[in-house]
């Protein structure tokens, strides 16, 4: 049986700026710009990435060369943890074809947000979704199952709790090793987090739990927090704090990686990563997108303030 998360000092940072962080910028990054990035992600001592989603390329064009990305990180840094996006049968298809060994598969739970996401209602995704993770999980292919708006829906406000934890419940039965509660809208605090993190952890004891959170309003690094005091220990980050789902107007990106290792370095909390590494990533992230990032430390450290 794996260690159980929760009971140790130590965390696990996903990072998720070549996929979640990229989907939304209008300047498309290079295959070589990508590689670029990902081996400055692993010199910092980044464990855990997220390289891209398996999606229409013509509905996400930034997302359009995750194949031959997979097929050249997987032979460049072999212990990589490799991650990648499924939302339908095709992009699993995809997936298994470049030889993708973990996947998070990922459905909405919100119906608004379902259909603009995935063109169907929540629960028609749910029923599909199920499918998928019973798929891969019969391919040997380590399988988070994501739960998106599980704090809340820009459009339709609040989501009820019991929708959470039945869809939790499902998938977790269907094989999923770790379930992923997605602030989509970035509409959680921290009081919520504590909550929401008990009962699921009530519902489905032997999964591992894992947060993705956006700070649309300022809360991320704080709802986080929250969820480390409530025992998780892997968390989804991006550097600079890139990203932001399309769905959700004015959703700002996820929480930064590098304020995520501040946070955690000053607790005496573990990650592996090296904080001035992941500066350099973020400045790389600058450079070719031509802005500053809402990311702080970077800012901090370049002023020498650290």
């Not at 499918?131 to 998106?148: H, K, N, T």
């Not at 894992?210 to 998780?232: C, K, M, P, Q, V």
């Not at 959700?248 to 995520?260: F, K, P, R, S």
Request: net charge negative.
């Amino acid at each position: 049986m794996e260690p159980n998360p929760a009971l140790s000092n130590n965390a696990t940072l996903e990072e998720q700026s070549l996929r979640d962080g990229l989907q939304n910028e209008a300047r498309l990054f290079s295959l070589d710009e990508k590689l670029e990035l990902v081996g400055l992600l692993v010199e910092a001592g980044v464990k855990r990435l997220q390289i891209g989603s398996f999606v229409d390329p013509r509905r996400v064009p930034q997302m359009g060369q995750t194949e031959e990305l997979a097929r050249l990180v997987h032979a460049a840094w072999p212990d990589l943890v490799c991650s990648g996006l499924v939302l339908n049968a095709q992009g699993l298809d995809r997936a298994v074809g470049c030889g993708m060994r973990h996947l998070s598969l990922s459905v909405s739970v919100s119906d608004g947000h379902s259909r603009s996401n995935a063109g169907c209602s929540a629960q028609e995704a749910l029923d599909r979704m199920v499918v998928l993770v019973r798929r891969a999980v019969g391919l040997g292919i380590g399988v988070r199952a994501g739960v998106q708006c599980a704090f809340g829906c820009a459009s339709a406000g609040e989501v009820d709790e019991k929708t959470v934890l039945a869809a939790v419940q499902r998938l977790a039965a269907a094989g999923a090793g770790e379930i992923n509660l997605a602030d989509t809208a970035g509409m959680a605090h921290p009081l919520r987090v504590r909550e929401l993190v008990a009962r699921v952890r009530e519902t489905v004891p032997e999964a591992v739990l894992s947060l993705h959170l956006h700070d649309t309003r300022g809360l991320g690094l704080a709802n986080l927090f929250a969820g480390y005091e409530a025992g998780i220990r892997l968390f989804d980050v991006a550097a600079g704090g890139l990203g932001g789902c399309p769905f959700v107007q004015g959703a700002a990106g996820n929480v930064a990686t590098e304020d995520t290792v501040h946070l955690f370095d000053r607790m005496g909390v573990v990650t592996g990563i090296d904080l001035h590494g992941l500066v350099k990533v973020v400045r790389r992230y600058e450079q070719l997108l031509g802005r500053e990032l809402p990311g702080r430390m970077r800012r901090v450290l370049s002023f020498g303030e650290a």
